[in-house]
């Protein structure tokens, strides 16, 4: 069973900066491209950053690039999101999750882990 | 940015009924390289994460009901429950991976009449 588990997410001051961690398992990380997403309280989706499989490419939405860097650790099964100069427009639930293998479908979502930047 | 835009907000149907999500973006999705649509929908119910439930616009994914289908290409897309049930109150949001960024639709809630 795939299962994506989030953690680090909790109150930061603006201008701080946070690490999240995904743990991965159920599936061949090395094989996957991997995500996150995020999501203001009562908003929308927003796609945040996609990593390759071996880290070689990634690729961020606009509002994040120079802020957030996407990393993963294959040796470890997990994804991460350093997030840098925190905005309390950043605030969200952020959601790991795994892109699946043709269609760029993203097929599995973690629960998600609440990030809120607030002085 | 391809931006892409859901109608309605909301709607309410009655239990056994149809549903009906469009959704639209400001240029075509459609991959001529493998003439696919690079469009996806999901279902979010409160304090859940996502679920995917259909993506090249139309292929559904594995363990997802028969009553849920996709259909458009291009620029036009059609999410449909053909008869409601208690358990698809939700979100559905539609998402083009065309192009970077990865762009979602606002979001329709689907609530019974």
């Known amino acids: 069973e795939v299962q994506l588990v989030e953690s680090g997410g909790r109150l930061i001051q603006p201008g701080g900066s946070l690490r999240l961690s995904c743990a991965a398992s159920?599936?061949?990380?090395?094989?996957?491209?991997m995500t996150w997403f995020r999501q203001a309280p009562g908003k929308g989706l927003e796609w945040v950053a996609n990593?390759?499989?071996?880290?070689?490419?990634?690729f961020y939405v606009d509002s994040v690039r120079g802020r957030f860097t996407i990393s993963r650790d294959n040796a470890k099964n997990s994804l991460y999101l350093q997030m840098d100069s925190l905005r309390a427009e950043d605030t969200a639930v952020y959601y790991c999750?795994?892109?699946?293998?043709?269609?760029?479908?993203?097929?599995?979502w973690g629960q998600g882990t609440l990030v809120t930047v607030s002085s | 940015d391809i931006v892409v835009t859901q109608s309605p907000d909301s709607l309410a149907v009655s239990l056994g009924e149809r549903a009906t999500i469009n959704c639209k973006s400001s240029?075509?999705?459609?991959?001529?390289?493998?003439?696919?649509?690079?469009l996806a929908w999901y279902q979010q119910k409160p304090g859940q994460p996502p679920k995917l439930l259909i993506y090249?616009?139309?292929t559904r994914e594995s363990g997802v009901p028969d009553r849920f289908s996709g259909s458009g290409s291009g620029t036009a897309f059609t999410l449909t429950i053909s008869s409601l049930q208690a358990e698809d109150v939700a979100v559905y949001y539609c998402?083009?991976?065309?192009?970077?960024?990865?762009?979602f639709g606002q979001g329709t809630k689907v609530e019974i009449k």
């Open positions: 999750a795994k892109v699946g293998d043709y269609g760029w479908k993203v097929d599995y």
């Open positions: 159920g599936f061949t990380f090395t094989n996957y491209w």
């Open positions: 990593i390759k499989q071996d880290g070689s490419v990634k």
């Open positions: 240029q075509s999705v459609l991959q001529n390289s493998d003439n696919k649509n690079y």
């Open positions: 090249w616009a139309s």
């Open positions: 998402q083009q991976s065309y192009s970077s960024p990865w762009t």
